[in-house]
C-alpha cells in the first residue's frame, strides 16, 4: 500500500510570512486522514511545523500517522524546512509513542493547573509587590538574554533564538511595566528582594511566563513562594486555571510544578532535517 499527501487547497501565504497547506492523506488514493503543515512565525521559513494531524478511525493503528509524518518531512524539505515540529497532546499516548519512535526531541512542555476560590498564602516573612521602573530595566535585559540563551542551548540558531526573544518581548510587553494584562512582580522576604515573576493570562487562562529566584538565595524555598504568588494573583483575578510553559532538561522546575499540582497537557517536539 502506497501512503500519499495530496494538497486540498493552494499553497497559503498569511500576512505575518508565514505559508501553510492542508492535504489529505491517502492510502492507494483513498482518504484516510488529514494534515495541516505550515511554517514558523517565531523562527521562519526554515522551520515548518505539523500544525494537525488525523487519521481517520478506522485506519488508526495501521502506521498511517508514522507513514504521513514522514511524508510531512519531504513536503518540509522541499519547502527549504531545516527543522520540523509540532505539538503532541500529553493523553494520547500513540502520539507521544510515533515522535519518539520518528527520532523527535522534547523541547518543552506546557503544564497547567486549576485554581480553587481562596488564594493561597505566603509563607510567613514574605510578600510580592510591582516591581519599580528601575528593576524593569534591569530585569527586561537579563530576561531577554536568558529567554535566547534557553533557545540557543536547545539547538535554535543563534540569530534565530535572539530574534524570536526580542519579538517576544515587544508583542508581551508593547508598554512595558503598563502592559495591560500583565503583571511583574518582585518577591521579599523578610525586606530583601529573593525573586521576580511575570504573569498574565492567556487565552483565557493565567499564564506565568517567567518566574527566577535570585542565584543568591536558591535553595531556600523561594521558587515555590513565587509560584503561590502567581497562583494568588490568578485567584484575584478571577482565571480558574493557570498554566506555564516549562523547558526540557530542567528537573527541578519540573519537580517543583509537579509538586505543585501542575500536569503535563502538551509535548512540543522538534526533529532536524537532513
Not at 11 to 33: E, F, I, K, M
Not at 56 to 67: A, H, K, L
Not at 105 to 120: D, Y
Not at 189 to 212: I, K, M, N, Q
Amino acid at each position: 500500500m502506497t501512503t500519499t499527501l495530496r494538497p486540498t487547497e493552494p499553497l497559503q501565504h498569511a500576512a505575518d510570512g508565514t505559508r501553510s497547506r492542508r492535504y489529505q492523506v491517502c492510502v492507494n488514493s483513498r482518504s484516510v486522514g488529514a494534515i495541516h503543515l505550515g511554517t514558523s512565525p517565531a523562527f521562519g521559513a526554515t522551520v515548518v511545523r505539523i500544525l494537525d494531524l488525523r487519521i481517520d478511525e478506522p485506519d488508526r493503528r495501521r502506521g498511517r500517522g508514522t507513514v504521513a509524518a514522514l511524508a510531512a518531512e519531504e513536503v518540509a524539505r522541499g519547502w527549504g524546512g531545516r527543522r520540523i515540529e509540532a505539538s503532541v497532546p500529553a493523553d494520547s499516548a500513540a502520539a507521544v509513542r510515533m515522535a519518539t519512535s520518528l527520532g523527535y526531541v522534547l523541547r518543552n512542555r506546557t503544564m497547567e493547573k486549576p485554581l480553587g476560590e481562596s488564594p493561597p498564602e505566603l509563607p510567613a516573612g514574605s510578600r510580592g509587590r510591582p516591581m519599580t521602573p528601575a528593576e524593569f530595566d534591569v530585569w527586561r535585559e537579563h530576561e531577554t538574554e536568558a529567554y535566547a540563551r534557553d533557545w540557543i542551548e536547545r539547538g535554535v540558531p543563534e540569530a534565530q533564538a535572539r530574534a524570536k526573544a526580542e519579538k517576544d518581548q515587544a508583542t508581551l510587553l508593547p508598554d512595558g511595566l503598563a502592559t495591560e494584562g500583565v503583571l511583574l512582580s518582585v518577591l521579599e522576604h523578610e525586606g530583601t528582594p529573593v525573586g521576580t515573576l511575570w504573569s498574565g493570562s492567556l487565552d483565557g487562562r493565567a499564564f506565568v511566563y517567567d518566574v527566577e529566584t535570585d542565584p543568591r538565595y536558591r535553595g531556600r524555598g523561594h521558587g515555590r513562594t513565587l509560584m503561590l504568588l502567581a497562583e494568588a494573583q490568578a485567584v484575584e483575578a478571577g482565571w480558574p486555571v493557570i498554566r506555564l510553559n516549562v523547558f526540557a532538561g530542567n528537573p527541578p522546575a519540573e519537580r517543583l510544578y509537579e509538586s505543585l499540582g501542575y500536569v503535563t497537557t502538551a509535548r512540543h517536539v522538534y526533529k532536524e532535517l537532513v
